[in-house]
């Protein structure tokens, strides 16, 4: 079973520092992975989206990574604002699987 | 363009109850999914629908759940006999096929079973 893990589970940095969450999972065949935003009381919003050929994926801010070999992603945050605090997810699509098997979350708090 | 919707936002229901949760997915999204979010249990998949093809059903926690996707469009999910472990948010995502694309997600439905 695909197991994935968020580490740090919360995470507090002053404003327009840059910051790195990560994600492990324990099975390597995996088709994407995917990076959600998650604000309270409110659903989740796609941020990016890294198919497993993939090395990584940028937009504006934000950059993913992957390692698929070590089991590996990171999502770097470039000049954090108090706009960016929120839980974020990450979730892979398993190789013949159709659903995501989601992390536990890492809980960002960036302070003004 | 419209994302996706459910309805109602908050259900409050007495145990033992029956429940019936409602998904609009994205126009020209061919797939489906419900997941379930809880406190104890992080995010779980419950079932999914691509197109005409038989729904796959291995997340179901058990056979009080079931849920049905008419048209290819709108999906319902019914809850029978509610338990307060039931008690959670029910997540719908859609997504224009499978595999390659991203899933995008409604705001959830907020079950309370008292």
């Known amino acids: 079973k695909q197991e994935v893990t968020q580490i740090p589970a919360a995470l507090s940095v002053p404003e327009g520092e840059n910051l790195v969450l990560n994600c492990s999972f324990t099975d390597s065949a995996i088709y994407n992975l995917q990076w959600f935003r998650q604000d309270p009381g409110k659903g989740l919003t796609s941020l990016l989206l890294?198919?497993?050929?993939?090395r990584e994926q940028t937009s504006g801010r934000l950059n993913a990574s992957l390692d698929k070999s070590s089991g590996r992603s990171t999502l770097y945050i470039a000049a954090s604002q108090p706009g960016d605090s929120a839980t974020y997810l990450c979730?892979?699509?398993?190789?013949?699987?159709?659903?995501?098997?989601f992390g536990t979350g890492t809980r960002l708090t960036v302070i003004p | 363009g419209a994302g996706v919707s459910q309805s109602p936002s908050n259900k409050v229901t007495e145990k033992g109850k029956d429940v019936e949760l409602r998904c609009d997915p994205i126009s020209g999204h061919t797939a489906l999914y419900w997941y379930r979010q809880s406190l104890g249990q992080g995010l779980e998949f419950l079932i999914y629908?691509?197109?005409?093809?038989?729904?796959?059903k291995s997340g179901l926690p058990s056979d009080r759940f079931s849920a049905e996707r008419t048209g290819g469009s709108v999906s319902t999910l019914t809850i029978q006999r509610t338990q307060q472990e039931d008690s959670a948010v029910y997540l719908c995502?859609?997504?224009?096929?499978?595999?390659?694309?991203?899933?995008?997600f409604g705001p959830g439905t907020r079950l309370t079973v008292t």
């Open positions: 890294i198919q497993s050929s993939q």
């Open positions: 629908f691509q197109g005409n093809s038989a729904p796959d």
């Open positions: 995502a859609s997504s224009f096929k499978t595999g390659y694309y991203e899933q995008y």
């Open positions: 979730a892979v699509r398993r190789d013949g699987a159709n659903n995501l098997f």
